[in-house]
């Protein structure tokens, strides 16, 4: 017992390391009361400067003012996060709103997206196969709460989403190895707080698409 107590405490402090040295991110797919579409995504300050260093190479970043690095950020997730719906529908991010910080969140207009979700398949771009990010991702929509959804290497940073019985799940079969699962409730417990912090009204800076 105390060699298990001992191993979810490892557990739980290095995710919570994680969390804050960029290796997760939170992302939510939310639908409004008018079947308008947002993304939320929430990730560590230092873990969009890495990704923007690792996919811009060339750029001086530290050289870059707040205005142009918040572009930049919006620009680098608008063109590496693929969203399609129902086999033939591809969502586009519109508008993005940025608030900077030790936690940095955005918001997006998602447009070319049906009202009713029936498969949703999300992929991130720009990670490397040796990357260890993960991102947890939700679906919020007029009748159901997501579960959570884990995009990292083990998946090629893709996951694909199917509604059943009006629950969302993933296609495929979920391990069920003991330490895989109890991980994977840390990280939930995890994403649960930032993600509760991303829906918080807050003001943000906008930035036309």
């Not at 939510?28 to 308008?36: E, G, S, V, Y």
Request: charged share 20%; aromatic share 10%.
């Amino acid at each position: 017992m105390n060699k298990i107590i001992f191993g979810l405490l490892t557990c739980l402090c290095s995710l919570f390391a994680s969390a804050h040295s960029s290796q997760i991110a939170t992302m939510t797919l939310a639908q409004d009361q008018q079947n308008n579409w947002t993304l939320h995504i929430s990730s560590s300050f230092n873990g969009f400067r890495s990704q923007l260093i690792q996919n811009y190479p060339d750029l001086q970043m530290d050289a870059l003012s707040a205005d142009e690095f918040q572009k930049l950020v919006i620009t680098y997730v608008k063109d590496n996060i693929l969203l399609k719906a129902n086999s033939d529908f591809t969502g586009e991010l519109k508008e993005g709103a940025i608030k900077m910080g030790h936690q940095t969140d955005l918001k997006f207009r998602v447009v070319g997206l049906p009202s009713e979700l029936n498969t949703l398949q999300v992929k991130l771009k720009g990670f490397k196969q040796n990357s260890k990010h993960n991102t947890v991702f939700k679906i919020i929509d007029q009748t159901d709460t997501s579960e959570n959804f884990v995009i990292k290497k083990d998946n090629q940073f893709t996951v694909q989403v199917e509604k059943i019985n009006g629950h969302f799940q993933t296609k495929g079969e979920e391990s069920n190895l003991f330490w895989p699962f109890i991980s994977l409730n840390i990280l939930v417990v995890v994403s649960s707080i930032m993600i509760v912090k991303i829906f918080k009204p807050e003001k943000s800076e906008l930035s036309p698409a």
